[in-house]
């Protein structure tokens, strides 16, 4: 049954109204603080600080918009818990993922130089797409997740991928993890947590660009940005109309079409009654437009070649998606602290992670001790791509064993973070937790 169209978009609203009353934050936006790490043993398990608090009920997610809060098993996928971390913590975090972007953005002209598609798992029918995004800025990356390890009681902040094409999880920590800290009447400006201001002022750069975000008005004519996600999935449909109501609130005229009733030609992008947009931002992952609809691919291509059209997040971030791309990080910036060496091949005596280039939610993921024993797999449905081997590192745990894993949201500079609680492989059982800064 498809679901109503405007559902969402009328149901983020509360949040919205009291998001808009709060004094704009400034946080970390200027902080100029040096980086500090200890070097620590990586066996040292470090403890998580959890602050209990009342969760919101059913009813109440479902009134925001937040309809995935059970998780096949009858568990609550929202934990009724925040982890701790201190003002120096966050801004290790808000350093070290603007450091890594800033490393990604090198590497990716490196691939681009030297032809490296293939050692990324590239489609070949994106490439020319990801060639002519990257050269021009109009083709402007709107938003991405880095996915760390550490950084919690000294620990050393560690990459572990980057969602740059599609990350999820934007609902819960732009809006929810906010929303938990109101209801229990704690502070919320106690949170690295800046996502849905950022993103927003990241679409007003589809304009400006480099240039001061009060050029927008005066440069703005009118564009449109179609908004699409698959039909019948609510976490999807949600996160997308949440980025539509940020361009919305950016000043951007736009609009909603599911994925299946959005039309393509050489002449541009279309919804249902055949209106045509200048921007398309699309939740479905570039490889699965190359390997599922190449004669889509091929006409994206096209409409990018005539200027008919400009896609969000644009082509090149496959490349930043790409978890090969860590193994061109490594070989580049073998000295970077974030970094944990990634190959192409198995690493011997090493306990170390086997993941593809391409997946998601730790489908087809295998941890292997340093004498090449079986510690822990996965299976899913990407295991025909190519693979990588990266240095296994311990997340931090609680006193129950759960082992946590930050997410640091990125829109022109980090902007945001939450935690995914679960086991040795995040998995699509894992459970979003929140933040507080103490």
Not at 111 to 127: A, K, M, Q, S, T
Not at 171 to 199: C, P, R, S
Request: aromatic share 12%; with cysteine; hydrophobic share 40%.
């Amino acid at each position: 049954m498809q679901l109503e169209q405007t559902r969402v978009h009328i149901a983020v609203q509360p949040l919205l109204v009291l998001l808009r009353n709060l004094q704009k934050r400034a946080f970390l936006a200027h902080q100029t603080n040096a980086l500090h790490h200890v070097v620590v043993d990586f066996s040292e398990v470090k403890m998580i600080t959890l602050q209990k608090l009342t969760p919101l009920d059913d009813a109440k997610l479902e009134e925001l918009g937040f309809t995935w809060h059970t998780d096949e098993d009858g568990s609550k996928y929202v934990s009724d818990e925040l982890v701790e971390i201190s003002q120096a913590e966050a801004e290790d975090y808000y350093e070290a993922a603007n450091t890594i972007y800033d490393m990604y953005v090198e590497a990716a002209e490196y691939v681009i130089e030297n032809d490296l598609f293939f050692d990324l798992g590239i489609p070949f029918n994106l490439i020319e797409p990801i060639k002519k995004s990257w050269e021009n800025d109009v083709h402007w990356h709107i938003y991405g997740r880095f996915d760390l390890a550490g950084g919690i009681d000294d620990q050393p902040i560690k990459l572990i991928e980057f969602n740059a094409d599609t990350p999820t999880g934007l609902f819960e920590t732009a809006l929810l993890q906010w929303a938990l800290l109101k209801h229990n009447g704690m502070d919320e400006e106690k949170q690295f947590n800046n996502v849905y201001e950022a993103i927003s002022n990241n679409f007003k750069r589809l304009i400006t660009l480099f240039d001061e975000l009060d050029e927008f008005d005066g440069r703005y004519d009118g564009w449109k940005i179609l908004f699409s996600s698959i039909a019948n999935n609510d976490e999807e449909e949600s996160t997308t109309k949440l980025l539509q109501q940020m361009a919305n609130d950016a000043g951007f005229v736009t609009a909603f079409e599911y994925l299946e009733n959005t039309h393509f030609d050489e002449n541009g992008i279309y919804d249902a009654d055949e209106n045509s947009y200048e921007y398309w931002f699309k939740l479905y992952p570039w490889e699965d437009i190359a390997t599922d609809e190449p004669e889509l691919a091929t006409t994206l291509s096209n409409i990018m070649n005539t200027q008919k059209a400009i896609i969000l997040n644009p082509a090149y971030t496959l490349l930043f998606q790409s978890k090969g791309m860590m193994k061109i990080l490594s070989d580049l910036f073998p000295e970077s602290p974030y970094l944990l060496r990634t190959t192409f091949e198995p690493q011997e005596g090493v306990k170390q992670v086997e993941k593809t280039v391409f997946g998601r939610e730790g489908a087809n993921t295998t941890i292997v001790d340093a004498n090449g024993s079986l510690v822990e797999k996965t299976d899913g449905p990407y295991d025909n791509y190519k693979k990588i081997y990266q240095e296994y590192v311990e997340f931090p745990r609680d006193v129950h064993g759960n082992k946590y894993q930050a997410g640091v949201f990125f829109a022109y500079e980090a902007c945001g973070m939450s935690f995914r609680k679960g086991g040795e492989i995040m998995d699509n059982m894992s459970k979003f937790v929140g933040h507080v800064i103490v």
